[in-house]
């Protein structure tokens, strides 16, 4: 089986910097594409940025120019570098992962558990 593990919240004053990492372990035949979501309590959980194995980017409108996307192939692991954090990014931000385990010819989308960040006015 394939797992993902956050690290990297916590609280941080407006204008700071946060960054994310997540790493995926287990029986990986292969990673697709990675991403970062967020969720606030009583809406839907949004993309906020992902990054495919070839290092293709997207992300929200919200965080363009704010946030930055990368992974370490040889580790598999995705970072969310924010900066320039306002109150409005406070969330839990889950990790997700288009992945392939060995035991199965298709990929499979996982998440992690979530890591809070909490962005103080």
């Known amino acids: 089986q394939v797992q993902l593990v956050e690290s990297g919240g916590g609280l941080v004053q407006a204008g700071g910097s946060l960054r994310l990492s997540c790493a995926a372990s287990?029986?990986?035949?292969?990673?697709?594409?990675m991403g970062w979501y967020r969720q606030v309590p009583g809406e839907e959980r949004e993309l906020v940025a992902a990054?495919?194995?070839?290092?293709?980017?997207k992300y929200a409108d919200s965080v363009q120019g704010r946030f930055a996307i990368s992974m370490d192939n040889a580790k598999n692991t995705v970072y969310l570098q924010m900066n320039n954090l306002n109150p409005d990014d406070t969330a839990v931000y889950y990790c997700?992962?288009?992945?392939?385990?060995?035991?199965?010819?298709?990929?499979?989308?996982?998440w992690g558990r979530g890591t809070l960040v909490t962005v103080s006015s």
């Open positions: 997700n992962g288009h992945i392939r385990p060995k035991e199965l010819a298709l990929g499979v989308e996982y």
């Open positions: 287990g029986t990986i035949f292969g990673i697709y594409a």
């Open positions: 990054i495919t194995s070839g290092g293709s980017t």
